[in-house]
T-cell receptor, first 114, second 115 residues
Framework: AQSVTQLGSHVSVSEGALVLLRCNYS??????LFWYVQYPNQGLQLLLK??????LVKGINGFEAEFKKSEPSFHLTKPSAHMSDAAEYFC????????????FGGGTRVLVKP | EPEVTQTPSHQVTQMGQEVILRCVPI?????FYWYRQILGQKVEFLVS????????KSEIFDDQFSVERPDGSNFTLKIRSTKLEDSAMYFC?????????????FGDGTRLSIL
């Protein structure tokens, strides 16, 4: 079985401040991990993915995430928030054992204050 | 960049009526998926489809649901007799291959409202 927990359904950051979105997962086998972003009235857009090549993964729009097997976690960060980063962010896990499906966390809505 | 497109963006239907949600996956993709998100809840997997048959489905995907690839481009989700609890955002996704490390690309969703 696999599951994802995102800590904090809402996060508020100031423009220029660090963005940190937490994601913890459980998986009985080595997982593949993804972060998606959803802007208002749009679909889910892939930000980045971890597929076992490197533990620090860089994505689009300046975001990156680090895979930590010991925790286990896949937290998403961005050094300096921009107003355009206001959106909802979803962490998701997929594994060979669980078939084709993505299992999503509950999402974290990011508000960026000027 | 190629996109997954979904129509309509919003569908309002009376309870008990049939509804068909339409998706056009990315053209060279072979694996197709439906997910749904009830307001305030997680995005949930419904079904995956490959080579003209269902490859996996969740407990949510009961006999009221069906999927079809009626031609070379469309992928549809049909709900036979809608219930109030079917109200949700429905997302279609596609991937080039079926391996677990392959990302799924999502459409903008169809908001289904059952009255």
């Amino acid at each position: 079985a696999q599951s994802v927990t995102q800590l904090g359904s809402h996060v508020s950051v100031s423009e220029g401040a660090l963005v940190l979105l937490r994601c913890n997962y459980s998986s009985s086998v080595p997982p593949y991990l993804f972060w998606y972003v959803q802007y208002p009235n749009q679909g889910l857009q892939l930000l980045l993915k971890y597929t076992s090549a490197a533990t620090l993964v860089k994505g689009i729009n300046g975001f990156e995430a680090e895979f930590k097997k010991s925790e286990p976690s896949f937290h998403l960060t961005k050094p300096s928030a921009h107003m355009s980063d206001a959106a909802e962010y979803f962490c998701a896990v997929r594994s060979k054992a669980a078939g084709n499906k993505l299992t999503f966390g509950g999402g974290t809505r990011v508000l960026v204050k000027p | 960049e190629p996109e997954v497109t979904q129509t309509p963006s919003h569908q309002v239907t009376q309870m008990g009526q049939e509804v068909i949600l339409r998706c056009v996956p990315i053209s060279n993709h072979l694996y197709f998926y439906w997910y749904r998100q009830i307001l305030g809840q997680k995005v949930e997997f419904l079904v995956s489809f490959y080579n003209n048959e269902i490859s996996e489905k969740s407990e949510i995907f009961d006999d009221q649901f069906s999927v079809e690839r009626p031609d070379g481009s469309n992928f549809t989700l049909k709900i036979r007799s809608t219930k109030l609890e079917d109200s949700a955002m429905y997302f279609c996704a596609s991937s080039e291959e079926g391996q677990a490390n392959q990302p799924q690309h999502f459409g903008d969703g169809t908001r289904l409202s059952i009255l």
